[in-house]
């Protein structure tokens, strides 16, 4: 596929800041889809994503699986072919939406630009830039203990409220088993409840090997590609200098942006959520146990500086 406008593929691991840059350059003008998650991403890419992980047996959590799919000839051509027969058919109304209404009733013919985020698309990026040569892709990081900070409380959240469903539920109807999940009456059985979304994520060393994963991922895709078709973004140094950095993405995407939407797009950052993990003695102490690890040094997490006090 060719399409008119190459997309912005926003990537990185979960809970690393991706949201907010795709709110940002929904802000400049970059249609990042119709219909969204709460995490600003587009519920068609995320979709097809989440069809790609499951070829291969992969999940958000446990993604290296993918490396499979992606690595073998044949699967990923016919991965390929499937996902531009989506991109192609009505169902890319959920992307477009009233876009579709205009007459662009294809992805690929978009003319201003145009993106999605979903950080699966860290491990499928080759299938997309073969159905979209010439993308522009942004890389988010961020320090992996807030990120194991993150996954690890949302975690204990989901853990308390499937102590609430489990309590609360009534599973006579579980007694018959059946080799395949069905409805109960209007229910969901039993065998498609689902408790927790991680149980990887749960341990600060589980979600801190999940960081390392998607970090170490992106890292192979960014270096095979050109330097023009890439730009990595510190989530830090966006919260502390959210215009520098702004105008830097929007120098790398090439975008036609005022200073003032600029301006007014860097306002209202809450420059408090960088480094959050020294706000608690367990996980400074997890800190001084992994800040030695490759990834931590290669970014600079290694020694954290009270940058965000200057």
Known sequence: MIAQTSPVIVIGMHRSGTSLVSRILESLGVFMGYRQEHNAEAQFFLRLNYWVFKQSGGKWDRPLAVRDLIENTEINRLCVNYLE???DSKRAFDF???????????IGALEDRWGWKDPRS???LPLW?????????????RNGVDVARSLVERGKQELDEADRRVASAKWTHALRFAPFPRKYKGRISFFDEVLIESVRGLS??????????YVGEAERQIDVLPSSDTYTLRYETLLSEP?????????????????????????GINKGRAHAYRNDSQWRGFYDKVKDSPLMRKYHYDHITDELDQ
């Open 129 to 141: 830039l073969t159905l979209f040569p010439g993308s522009k892709v942004v890389h988010v990081h």
């Open 243 to 267: 215009e520098k950095v702004i105008h830097e993405l929007v120098r790398a995407l090439e975008l036609d942006v005022s200073a003032d939407k600029i301006a007014t797009c860097s306002s």
């Open 85 to 87: 027969k989506m991109v």
């Open 96 to 106: 477009l939406g009233p876009a579709a209404i205009g007459g662009k009733t294809s």
């Open 122 to 124: 860290t491990f499928t």
């Open 204 to 213: 600060p060393d589980g979600a801190f090997g999940i960081w390392e994963e």
